[in-house]
């Protein structure tokens, strides 16, 4: 007779960060990167012909304001809801 397999625990996650493509990108949703933390501020806009996608940023340690370039099929690491 086989032994019935152990539960698996399973732990909750402890961060709230997705990863969406860019067009699903909402005012007010933060995004962290190797140079900063970003709060979008502007809705995501297509150009070259809908393979890139341009979304407008704040950086969160200061005022400076810029927009970020993805390609419409990367996936962005996303905190949902702001601070």
Same mark, same amino acid.
């Given at each position: 007779?086989?032994?019935?397999?152990?539960?698996? !625990?399973?732990? %909750?996650?402890?961060?709230?960060?997705?990863?969406?493509? %860019?067009?699903?990108l909402q005012v007010g949703d933060q995004?962290? @990167?190797?140079?900063?933390?970003?709060?979008?501020?502007?809705? %995501?806009?297509?150009?070259?012909?809908? !393979?890139?996608?341009? +979304?407008?940023? !704040?950086?969160?340690?200061? @005022?400076?304001?810029?927009?970020? +370039?993805?390609?419409?099929?990367?996936r962005v690491a996303v905190k949902r809801g702001g601070a």
């Open positions: 007779m086989a032994k019935p397999e152990p539960e698996k !625990k399973r732990e %909750p996650e402890a961060t709230t960060t997705t990863r969406v493509l %860019p067009m699903e995004l962290t @990167d190797e140079t900063g933390t970003y709060q979008v501020i502007g809705r %995501p806009f297509m150009t070259a012909g809908g !393979k890139t996608a341009n +979304v407008r940023v !704040k950086r969160i340690e200061s @005022d400076a304001q810029m927009i970020r +370039v993805y390609g419409a099929h990367e």
